[in-house]
């Protein structure tokens, strides 16, 4: 709770500081807030007051997933500098904008009640629709804009509606007295719940792009602000993993009931993303696909349920957001002021400048599940938990498709390492654009190397 | 008495509903959801919500409505610069929402109505309950959505904004 008051008051002051010119301070006071935040998140115990009314629960699981939200929120916020060119009057305003959209995503992690999940995913959204449409001189950008927002409501509305539904079936938004309606009802429950169960995850689907929900993300990944692009691509699609595990690991006895639903999705978004991505010219577009790719790998922890799925999404969810992290920065420094940025613009990276190279090599590697990387065991930990339950057929859909991103990935890395590129003078990075690479980079080898680390944190 | 207001006013709501997806003209559009509002909040009223569906009817049919017609008035849409859509893609939507009805359909004819244990007073939607409801069961939530509001204003005066090009 403390943290998502220091988030508030730390988007305020954002947009304060913004009212009073101090754009040199707007990061470090930006990046002490979110430290702070982090330290109160991880150390808080108990409840101080949502206490009685179970309204946002701080539990393990949603103070893991909540430090790892503001972590990457963090190195979104390091790759900043030289890429809010577009921004520099209303930069502070993005900024503030992007601090409430957190809170909005520490909500969807850690809520006990279907008001606050809504709440959350709302506190999410709203904001990213602007900021998705905050190139304002761009085309693309605005058309992104509208398309995300029209479509987003049209899913909110999915999800009221399945909320609605399931508190007429039970009379109640509480999670805890849901799980207890449905224990006593065994197997009685209203069939009203369980619509209203599907519609929930429908609108939750939309969220993470899951196809065939997916349709908006390439177009929306591709026009927007690629910060912003980053930002959602790795800040979005972990709260939203986070409040759908949260969901489906609520308490529901039923749950195999929407098994179906959930295979028919898994295998849906892993093949359509991978197939995709592989005829993309764009590597905006490229990226897009492949994490709608990654969304459908996640999906399988949250079709096979079992108590392991918690910290298997966590895992992957860690693995994916610091590659991604990774590429989104690599592709700002090289490849975003191309007008289409394709693979050839990232031609001859090794020689102009090799440490950079094996770094987004490193993060294509992790993205497509090649060991030492945490990448790999991240995909290792949702497999194994899968077969353990007898889940093999979409297991090996998942092996087949793993193998068609290699193709991808390694295009791109090819063409890093044996292309010639033109010889134009290199570009200048900003110092802190090269702390997020190497520092999520390392991060990546190390869980590679000792995964079971974050076991301990459940 | 009850049954039968009830019975009325949700022919009324999925008749006007059904009007405005399907009439032409924009301005009829609006027409028709101030009439679904209105036979809304006369659903809300039969349940004891009386401060909901005043609210309703000043916020909607009101507020929000007299938007919806300024913007239509200012778009000036009309059957030429509408998009034509093909036939494929109307076949495609068609399907799905009647399947998708379909469905809700069969589910809420099946269901049993969960009995409804509190007791029906007349007084349980003024708001001095609500705001006892608002104010400590919600309270949390209530103070949330400030948050959600303070960006939502944010963001549109940074998109409404002009020359703030860089």
């Not at chain 1, 093949?271 to 969304?295: C, D, E, P």
């Not at chain 1, 092996?399 to 010639?420: G, P, Q, R, T, W």
Request: proline share 3%.
């Amino acid at each position: 709770m403390s943290a998502i008051i220091t988030l508030s008051v730390l988007g305020i002051l954002v947009l304060y500081l913004g009212i009073f010119n101090f754009k040199k301070v707007l990061l470090p006071v930006i990046l002490l807030g979110l430290t702070v935040a982090f330290v109160l998140l991880a150390t808080n115990t108990g409840n101080v007051l949502a206490a009685d009314m179970h309204m946002l629960v701080f539990d393990a699981p949603a103070r893991a997933f909540g430090c790892l939200l503001i972590l990457i929120t963090a190195g979104v916020f390091c790759l900043t500098p030289g890429n809010m060119e577009y921004a520099t009057k209303f930069r502070q305003d993005v900024f503030g904008l992007m601090i409430f959209s957190l809170i909005g995503g520490i909500m969807m992690i850690s809520y006990g009640n279907l008001i606050t999940l809504f709440l959350g995913i709302e506190t999410l959204s709203i904001p990213l629709y602007v900021m998705v449409g905050s190139k304002r001189s761009d085309l693309k950008s605005n058309e992104a804009a509208m398309k995300y927002f029209l479509l987003g409501a049209f899913a909110t509305g999915f999800l009221l509606l399945g909320i609605a539904l399931i508190y007429g079936a039970t009379g109640s938004f509480d999670f805890r007295v849901i799980a207890e309606q449905c224990l006593t009802l065994q197997g009685n429950v209203s069939s009203w719940f369980e619509i209203g169960v599907l519609l929930l995850l429908i609108g939750l689907s939309f969220k993470v792009s899951a196809a065939p929900f997916h349709f908006w993300a390439p177009d929306v990944y591709d026009g927007a602000p690629t910060i912003v692009t980053t930002y959602m691509s790795t800040v979005v699609k972990i709260a939203g993993f986070g409040a759908l595990v949260r969901f489906t690991r609520g308490g529901f006895p039923d749950m195999h009931v929407f098994g179906q639903f959930t295979f028919i999705l898994a295998i849906l978004t892993m093949t359509i993303g991978n197939f995709v991505a592989t005829q993309q010219k764009s590597i905006k577009r490229m990226l897009a696909y492949s994490s709608i790719a990654h969304a459908g790998y996640m999906l399988i922890a949250i079709h096979c349920s079992t108590n392991a799925s918690l910290v298997n999404i966590f895992i992957y969810a860690f693995a994916y957001s610091l590659a991604s992290l990774v590429m989104f920065g690599v592709f700002m420094a090289i490849a975003d002021k191309y007008e289409l940025a394709d693979i050839d613009s990232f031609n001859g990276l090794s020689k102009k400048n090799p440490l950079v190279a094996i770094c987004a090599a490193i993060a294509l590697l992790s993205m497509a599940g090649i060991p030492i990387t945490a990448g790999f065991f991240g995909k290792y930990y949702i497999f194994a938990s899968a077969i353990d339950s007898n889940y093999f057929l979409i297991v090996i859909i998942a092996m087949l498709n793993s193998l068609v991103s290699l193709y991808y990935y390694l295009k791109l890395i090819i063409a890093m390492f044996f292309k010639e590129g033109s010889n134009d003078v290199s570009e200048k990075i900003p110092a802190l654009h090269y702390f997020v690479i190497f520092g999520c980079t390392a991060l990546n080898i190390l869980i590679g190397l000792y995964p079971n680390n974050l076991m301990m944190l459940f | 008495m009850q049954a039968a207001l009830f019975y009325g006013l949700s022919i009324v709501a999925i008749m006007c509903a059904c009007g405005v997806v399907v009439s032409r003209n924009p301005i009829h559009s609006v027409l028709f959801l101030i009439l679904t509002f209105f036979s809304i909040s006369g659903h809300y009223i039969l349940m004891n919500a009386q401060f909901i569906a005043l609210v309703n009817i000043i916020v909607y049919a009101g507020a929000i409505m007299v938007l919806f017609l300024f913007v239509v008035m200012l778009l000036n849409l009309n059957k030429e610069s509408e998009p034509h859509k093909s036939d494929l893609v109307k076949i495609i939507a068609a399907t799905s929402a009647g399947l998708f009805s379909l469905v809700l359909v069969g589910v809420l004819k099946g269901a049993t109505l969960p009995a409804y244990e509190g007791m029906m007073d007349s007084e349980n939607g003024l708001v001095k309950n609500l705001g006892r409801v608002l104010f400590q069961e919600f309270l949390l939530p209530f103070e949330l959505s400030s948050i959600l509001f303070l960006s939502a204003m944010v963001g549109a005066v940074l998109l409404g904004k002009k020359n703030v090009q860089a």
